[in-house]
Nanobody, 126 residues
């Protein structure tokens, strides 16, 4: 059973930065495409960014392009999401999720995720 644990959330002022981490255990990270999602109170969960198994392909929601950066370190079983130029509308619980898809070496997606973390809270406020 794959386990994912997010960390790095917190309170930050608008314009500030945070680095979220997703630590994966239970199996090697190499086999999984990873996506970050977020859910704000009263809103639906949305896909924020994803990264392929190889790390060569990434994707970002339009709302975060140019501000967020996803990366993975398969040797450390960790996926990170760098959040820059944060806005109040970025405030949410951020989740990482893993997709067991052996064929998705160079692509990623946001549906059909197999494993989820419990989330880390990001608050953006002055």
């Amino acid at each position: 059973q794959l386990q994912l644990v997010e960390s790095g959330g917190g309170l930050v002022q608008p314009g500030g930065s945070l680095r979220l981490s997703c630590a994966v255990s239970g199996y090697t990270l190499d086999y999984y495409a990873i996506a970050w999602f977020r859910q704000a109170p009263g809103k639906e969960r949305e896909g924020v960014s994803c990264i392929s198994r190889s790390g060569y392909t990434t994707d970002y929601a339009d709302s975060v392009k140019g501000r967020f950066t996803i990366s993975r370190d398969n040797a450390k079983n960790t996926v990170s999401l760098q959040l820059n130029s944060l806005k109040p509308e970025d405030a949410a619980v951020y989740y990482c999720a893993a997709l067991d898809a052996p064929h998705l070496i160079n692509s990623c997606r946001y549906d059909g995720m197999d494993y989820w973390g419990k989330g880390t809270l990001v608050t953006v406020s002055s």
